[in-house]
């Protein structure tokens, strides 16, 4: 991103015990830079050594790492199950206690041996010979574990040999982009990030992203990291020197990368209305941040443009999210942004998720822009800039979108599978092959560019409609945000619109010794036998996951959840009668499965 002043602070790095229970030394072996980078050349780190072949290995310094336990006062390191912390392509735990049943997992000692496996696994990854030191950027959403999580990720990267800056408050989108960022002056590039967050979720859990220049980590990826993090906590508690407060301090530096990435964002606006300074001046645009890490879209992107923003809500970072759940998709966060605009007779909403990778809107109407809409929305804008491209998404949207797109449009839409790194590696793949695509964009909101790097960053989706407006007015100054609306005009949207989620009892004796992933596949094959016997249905030509057919007017996709012991069953259609009779069909082909719950389908069916 184009670089602009930021301030960098010497010796930040406090080294806050937080917690009043008993302290909990503990030690992890690792080498110095020149020696960690000849051990990580080992298939896996220890895993085909034993703790004394590892010691003997690596002759080199070892590191004690000090940390309050963020549980109760344990006496030694409790045993963790690592690769319980891995949610497909990121890691989530619970890092703080408040929650009944569910037990702090990402503790301090956990992240740190994650911090430093990270560090093992990046330096495999850039084949760094010589002195060279690398540096990691670690930023953090606005949970209440945040600042602890960050001062273990530190210590354990410190602990590694690495360099180690700390951007605070941040999104995850900029967490990506300090690794492409060129100005060290800033401490930009970092060689690796990692972001600091568990999405939309309670405020007990905690978690975190990593990314180097190409972009966000994969399954694969995130599960070599938990198995070397588990290796080193496991192997290695007990051996080694503390780190001094001198390696800290030495190590650990603040940049304020948020104004570095925000700036980048005016200049695209400001670009697109043809170097205007205040192209946004005259709208009256509020935000919702739902006290995550949005709140600088306000200050720091609209009102340099020239729009009022008074009536924007919850800018103000609180991990209890207290007002609403920092979510595009939840019913309660849409409507808390759409009353903003109503009240404050504002021309545009905004509203983001808690670490800013996902984003909605809503028109001077109270018109939600989510979901189908938004795809839609950015699907016209893209294929304005590239006629007949092909626009990927996930598996769940809407017939009538893929009408809109290939026939109001004039593009190509690939429907794949949910999860935003599988939209967005179908497009990267899509693109290596020859066809072209600009767009990778999920219901959830996640949705990445090309022309940014395929990174899922919902401020620069909402840039991409300032961009509209901005240039739109630049033209004719009266114009509002109903041209976004009249973009998507001619989108077919289903009455019923329903998702009923079937869970996997995974203690039933139905299952006999299957795991739930089997199960729910057999549940899917009796399914997809059942309806091809029946005339009323079709199943989609082209398919990527779960079961999709269409009938009655309408359509069901019935899937396995990427990471949960859950069926979701996402139903569409014109009126409730319809509806209805698709959600029998899939339950009379469901109901002997006896282990699987169908009370959600049963009470939709008698509503």
């Given amino acids: 991103m184009a ?3 930021g301030k960098i602070l010497q010796n930040p790095f406090p080294c806050k015990q937080t917690m009043q229970n008993t302290r909990l030394s503990h030690s992890i072996k690792i080498r110095a830079v020149k020696s960690l980078h000849a051990t990580c050349q080992f298939e896996r780190l220890g895993f085909s050594m034993q703790k004394s072949d590892i010691i003997a290995t690596i002759k080199t310094r070892t590191i004690h790492c000090s940390a309050a336990q963020t549980g109760s006062a344990v006496a030694s390191f409790e045993k963790v199950d690592f690769m319980k912390l891995q949610n497909g392509s990121d890691i989530r735990g619970v890092a703080v206690e408040g929650v009944e049943g569910e037990s702090v997992n990402l503790t301090e000692p956990v992240a740190e041996a994650i911090a430093s496996a990270f560090a093992c696994w990046l330096l495999n990854k850039k084949k760094i010979e010589g002195p060279k030191r690398l540096r990691v950027s670690v930023g953090h959403d606005s949970r209440i574990s945040a600042q602890k999580l960050q001062d273990a990720i530190s210590r354990g990267l410190v602990s590694a040999g690495f360099e180690v800056v700390q951007f605070g408050l941040a999104s995850t989108p900029a967490m990506f982009n300090s690794t492409l960022t060129q100005d060290e002056s800033n401490l930009c590039p970092s060689d690796g990030s990692i972001m600091i967050t568990a999405s939309h979720l309670p405020y007990n859990r905690n978690g975190f992203k990593f990314f180097t220049n190409e972009g966000g980590l994969g399954k694969a990826d995130i599960k070599d990291i938990l198995m070397r993090a588990s290796t080193l906590y496991e192997n290695l508690m007990n051996e080694g020197l503390k780190v001094s407060q001198n390696e800290i301090n030495a190590n650990v530096k603040k940049v304020d990368y948020m104004s570095i990435y925000t700036s980048d964002l005016v200049s695209a606006v400001r670009k697109a209305a043809g170097n205007i300074e205040k192209p946004l001046e005259g709208l009256h645009i509020v935000v919702d941040a739902g006290n995550g890490a949005g709140g600088f879209f306000a200050a720091k992107v609209l009102e340099p443009l020239g729009a009022v923003t008074t009536g924007s809500q919850f800018l103000e970072p609180d991990g209890l999210f207290p007002n609403h ?10 409507k808390a942004i759409t009353k903003a605009v109503l009240n404050n007779k504002a021309d545009l909403g905004i509203i983001f998720d808690t670490d800013v990778d996902r984003s909605a809107a809503v028109d001077s109407t109270g018109c939600e822009i989510n979901r189908n809409r938004l795809i839609a929305l950015m699907a016209a804008i893209v294929l304005e800039e590239h006629p007949g491209t092909t626009i990927v998404t996930d598996s769940v949207t809407s017939d009538g979108l893929t009408t809109f797109i290939e026939n109001k449009l004039g593009g190509k839409h690939h429907r794949f599978k949910r999860g935003y790194k599988n939209v967005i590696d179908e497009a990267i793949r899509l693109n290596s092959i020859g066809e072209e695509s600009h767009l990778a964009i999920e219901t959830s909101g ?3 560019l090309k022309e940014n790097n395929w990174l899922d960053d ?6 991409k409609l300032l961009n509209k407006l901005a240039s ?8 509002g945000s109903k041209i976004l609306t009249d973009m998507i005009d001619g989108l077919n949207e289903a009455e019923i619109t329903t998702e009923i989620r079937l869970k996997i009892d995974q203690n039933h004796p139905d299952l006999n010794g ?7 596949e057999a549940v899917l094959k009796h399914l997809e036998s059942s309806v091809d016997s029946d005339p ?3 199943k989609a030509s082209k398919n990527f996951e779960g079961v999709r057919v269409s009938g009655f007017g309408g359509w069901f996709l ?3 959840s990427l990471h949960d012991a859950v069926l979701p069953l996402n139903i569409e259609a014109s009126t409730n009668e319809d509806a209805v009779k698709l959600g029998q069909a899939v339950l009379n082909a469901v109901k002997e499965f006896s282990a699987l719950d169908i009370s959600a389908l049963v009470k939709f069916l008698q509503a």
């Avoid at 759940?325 to 849409?334: G, L, Q, R, S, V």
């Avoid at 919902?458 to 840039?463: D, P, S, T």
Wanted: proline share 7%; aromatic share 10%.
């Fill in 458 to 463: 919902g401020a620069y989706l909402m840039v």
């Fill in 514 to 520: 299957r795991s739930f992933r089997d199960y729910g």
């Fill in 325 to 334: 759940i920092p979510n595009p998709e939840d019913k309660d966060a849409m």
């Fill in 3 to 5: 670089a602009v002043s």
């Fill in 472 to 479: 739109a007015r630049s033209k004719d100054p009266t114009v």
């Fill in 446 to 448: 996640h949705g990445a």
């Fill in 536 to 538: 009323n249905f079709k």
């Fill in 558 to 560: 019935l899937r396995l």
